[in-house]
């Protein structure tokens, strides 16, 4: 990094104006607003003006392609149950932030990618990595943070058809209504007639999909110093599934509605030396499934409701322009609802019994400390954790970076964390196991970059320990085991001519040290990825190329599970953008270019080739 880079990495954070639109910017790092550059870990920032070149129709499709991240499960096209692995780990080790603050996800801990509404998100900020010293339990992989909240002046309608059916609409307004205040609403709808995701299973049918969102938020500058903010963010999704077995049994779900919301207020300080901020946050996520053929509201309609409930506070103080400290806490208190019923599989047919936890509270202190002594610069932040369940877990984040000559720049990371078991590993009826140990981890990683005026380069080289790693071991029984993850990732972002580049490469080498050194299931040892933006006259053209290599999966049609492995595949996918007049835009874009015929999870087939055309119209 250069020494002018370097310098703006160390301007206070009042330096930084708050702008979901900037890419030098980020929040996901240490909770405030800082400079890109300062931080120690590899951070990826996806802005609005991105988003809209790719034309996602999920947020699978806009996350697929980023280093670190693969979507080991994914059960079908739009709307499909989608897991996300980041580095290797499960789908429960990522954390996952709307608007910094924890969602409320499933009761097995994992959050549906493909179902999260894309259309309201202004920036997604990612970060690989333990992150756990920052943010307690599940930042074992990473940290994925949405933001749907922006501070541009925008008013748009967008409209998009396409393949098996496929309509969205969406309407947001985002406006300062005077020099103080800022509104914004963001509404979207969705839906799609899909396809048949296991065409063998004596089910023959379309799987659909169908979604409804809506984002309220309001910001009011007290005056220069003191900022209040409430947002509200609401989604409700319902689709059509399939099982990948060949008799399907009335009990056996196949449709399912989600229910969502999350909201959150806070009151935020700074001026050049200090930043004070104090939010609350509670949310609630509603799962029903059922039989079609039986009906909703069946007897073997499933009922999963979880809760969250957050409070936290932080200080940042910068001592001088070379350094600063952070000091904060954070309670959240994790509810399974008592509306839930899961099918009792001791009896037969299964019928509903009520699937109860008690609730789960954690407290945490965390403190952090950054300072360069050019050109070296290093940062150390501890954290306890006081969970109501599990008891006391003090977590570790310390890294030191090196400014090399030529535009280089070198550092070594340490980072420790922990993650609580689910609802579902503990407490799932007739397979309860409450003596499941929290999963606890150890990474070292070393980070390699060169920045030059046409390329930008990053090479990552980690290794995870992590003990006590939860995993199903049987149809539906978990159990601890012991893995080691090594990996290297390797990106670059270059242009030539008018044509911008980003390419990744990355090899995952997973040991289950208690399974004779098999790969994880559905993690791919190798993945890559290219993507290319151009600008011809007004037009904006993109191709993207996604290569997943062979992953090991396991049939859980049979019993016991049959082993067995995925082949190999690669997909392309094509987009452009086209500005009629200055407010109206025409979109394009195909999805699976050549058809390829594939399957990410086994049994359930992927998208064949697909096709979406959409128009924006700006105010």
């Known amino acids: 990094m250069s020494r002018k880079l370097l310098a703006a ?69 739009i709307g499909q149950n989608s897991s996300l692995f980041i580095r290797g780990t499960n ?99 969705r839906e799609t007639r899909g396809y048949d995701v296991v065409a063998d299973n004596n089910e023959s049918d379309r799987d659909g999909f169908e979604s409804k969102n809506l984002t309220l938020g309001v910001e009011h500058q007290l005056d220069p110093r003191w900022t209040l903010d409430a947002n509200l963010n609401s989604w409700q999704d319902e689709v059509a599934y399939d099982v990948n077995r060949d008799f399907i049994n009335p009990w056996d779900g196949d449709y399912s509605q989600t229910t969502a919301y999350q909201a959150d207020a806070g009151i935020r300080y700074r001026d050049e030396q200090l930043n004070s901020q104090l939010s609350v946050s509670y949310g609630e996520t509603e799962l029903l499934s059922w039989n079609e053929g039986e009906g909703k509201g069946s007897q073997y309609q499933t009922n999963l409701s979880t809760a969250v409930t957050q409070v936290a506070g932080l200080t940042q103080y910068h001592y001088a322009d070379a350094g600063y400290v952070l000091a904060g806490m954070d309670w959240q208190r994790e509810r399974l609802l008592s509306s839930s019923r899961a099918q009792d599989w001791n009896t037969f047919p299964p019928g509903l019994i009520s699937f109860s936890a008690p609730d789960r509270d954690n407290t945490g202190v965390y403190a952090s400390v950054f300072h360069t002594w050019a050109p070296v610069s290093i940062e150390l932040t501890g954290r306890i954790d006081d969970n109501e369940q599990f008891g006391t877990y003090d977590t570790w984040q310390t890294a030191v970076s090196v400014e090399l000559p030529a535009q280089h720049k070198a550092t070594l990371s340490y980072g420790t964390a922990f993650k609580a078991p689910s609802f579902t590993q503990l407490y799932w009826p007739s397979y309860e196991k409450p003596n499941l140990e929290p999963e606890e981890s150890e990474s070292w990683e070393l980070m390699l970059s060169g920045d030059y005026s046409l390329l930008d380069w990053q090479l990552n080289l980690y290794r995870n320990n992590i003990q006590n790693l939860i995993s199903r071991q049987g149809e539906r029984r978990f159990g601890n085991t012991d893995v080691v993850i090594k990996g290297l ?59 997943v290599g062979e992953r090991s999966d396991n049939d859980f049609s049979t019993w016991p599970a049959r082993e067995l492995v995925l082949p190999s595949y690669t997909i392309w996918n094509v987009g452009a953008r086209y500005p009629l007049t200055s407010n109206l835009t025409l979109n394009g874009k195909v999805n699976n270019l050549f058809d390829k015929d594939y399957q990410v999870t086994y049994g359930y087939d992927a998208p064949d080739m697909e096709f979406y055309v959409g128009a924006d119209y700006r105010f």
């Open 91 to 189: 789908s429960d080790h990522v954390l996952v932030l709307l608007n910094g603050k924890p969602m409320a996800r499933s009761v097995s801990g994992d959050v549906n990618f493909s179902q999260l509404p894309v259309n309201n998100v202004e920036r997604v900020e990612y970060i690989r990595g333990p992150r756990a010293a920052i943010y307690g339990s599940k930042a074992i992989g990473g940290v994925v943070n949405i933001i749907t909240t922006s501070k541009v002046n925008s008013a748009q309608v967008g409209v998009t058809t396409g393949s098996h059916d496929y309509y969205a609409a969406d309407v947001s307004i985002n406006q300062w209504v005077t020099d103080a205040t800022r509104l914004q609403l963001a509404t979207g709808y």
């Open 9 to 77: 990495a160390l301007l206070p954070w009042a330096a930084f104006a708050q702008n979901s639109s900037d890419p030098t910017s980020i929040t996901i790092y240490n909770r405030v607003e800082q400079p890109l550059t300062s931080a120690l870990a590899p951070v990826e920032v996806i802005t609005k003006a991105e988003i809209e070149r790719r034309q996602p129709r999920s947020l699978v499709d806009l996350l697929e392609t980023l280093p670190g991240m693969q979507f080991g499960t994914q059960n079908g096209g």
């Open 489 to 547: 990732e390797l990106s670059v972002k270059a242009d030539t001519g008018l044509l911008h580049h980003t390419v990744s490469f990355e090899h995952t080498d997973i040991d289950d040290l208690n399974n004779n050194g098999r790969q994880l299931i559905r993690r791919a040892k190798r993945k890559a990825s290219w993507t290319g933006d151009i600008d011809v006259a007004d037009v904006n053209l993109f191709a993207q190329v996604l290569y």
